[in-house]
């Protein structure tokens, strides 16, 4: 791809060489040519990203170092709330809520030189694999208009891939930032559960969500994560001390270090022959250069999905119980107050959030509560137990991300098992607590991009993103840039 890094756009507007407005100019142009057929934003905030950047300007005149992401656009996933501007999920419930604060990362972002462009389009809540089940209608790959973007996060993926912003932020919980990424061509990446503050991160499964950054390149995912991590006293989740660099080891290679190929979900049911494919000459290229590769067994990961499928919507149904149309957002008035929450929530939630909380008050009733919500707690801990073996043998994991290429629009709307399937690659990793980024690697038989997960225990992020750094000096020609054409 021939547009600039993050990193090095931010380097010519410290130097003085451009202007952040004139960089923010150039991807508005783009917004405008492309963004009604990608959909990527349900809002673009372009007067406030001129302030910003007038500001940088402004800082750079005078002598003043803006910091690390000078003058680079960053586009939002509308679930981090925005002081003042709109933050709704992608949810009818929310429509006109207007938080009054900034989530921690998006304050960390301006305290870096970062432009806010926009806010983007999600399935609503973060609940779903193709952005399709969001409120204000569905996001397209920038790479071919006739698939899904992925999902959760797939405005913010969309929107980095069509170059409307070198960065952008997304939320992951099964899989939201890495299985976009991987359909978009992009790079996305979970950091280990507390690295990244999730204060004005709107929440869907406590135990799992996380804020994860998006780039075009591993670099500049790498820089973006290491600018919003961090301790926050605002979240009581979030970890002490110093938080690992995420780029403290990219130009290193990968002599002697030692990666293991997950048997369950190299060759699992459902990864498409194309994707396993690649995924070998992912591996093959990283023995090639120098990694001591193997196979390795994590038997529990076949229990995984379920797990999820139990304790997200468990968590969602309780996250979700504050939305009565008495503080935010919609309010469907009624006779009395039983009424209104059924009528406020009947209008003001779509057909998946509400079979997630369906699913999730069910599975915590009493009677059901230890045969669903306890076992998949259980499912869990042999999880992480699997993990900690595999990580006596080994630095890091492999995996594809997604077990297929981007699939076309309305594909799996009518199966929502089916949509599930998409997150088999990510969960894991969430249900762990572990940091995991997706690499493109190459293309699937429908010349779309195919993406290589790299996991790794927590707080590894400086290997993981090593590793990735060594998969995208490997990986086969990038598929051309974007495919408006298709
Ligand atoms: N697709 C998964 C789900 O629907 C993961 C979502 C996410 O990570 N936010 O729950």
Redesign the pocket.
Known sequence: MSSPSAAELAARVRRGEVTATSVLEEHLARVAAREPEVHAFCLVTEDLARAQAAEVDRRVAAGVDPGPLAGVPVALKDLLCTKGIPTTCCSRILAGWRPPYDATVVRRLAAAGAVMVGKTN??E?????STE?SAFGPTRNPRDLSRVPG???GGSAAAVAAGFAPLAL????????R?PAALCGVVGAKPTYGLVSRFGLVA??SS??QVGPFAANVADAALALDVISGHDEADSTSLPGEPPKASAKLGLGVEGVRVGVIAELAEAEGIAPDVARRLREAADALASAGAKVEEISVPALRYALSA??LI??AE?SSNLARYDGVRYGLREQRADMTETYIATRSAGFGP?VKR?VMLGTYALSAGYYDAYYGKAQKVRTLIIRGFEEAYRSCDVLLSPTSPTTAFALGAKTADPLS??M??IC??PS?LAGHPAVSVPFGTGDDGLPVGAQVLAPALGEAEMFQVAAALERLAPAPAPATGAER
């Open positions: 999600m399935d809540f973060a609940m779903g694999s089940h999902g959760s996060s997304g939320s992951d919980t099964g899989g939201s930032v299985q869907f499964a799992l969500d999820y499928y997200a919507p969602a998946e997630r949509m599930y998409s997150d990510t969960i969430n």
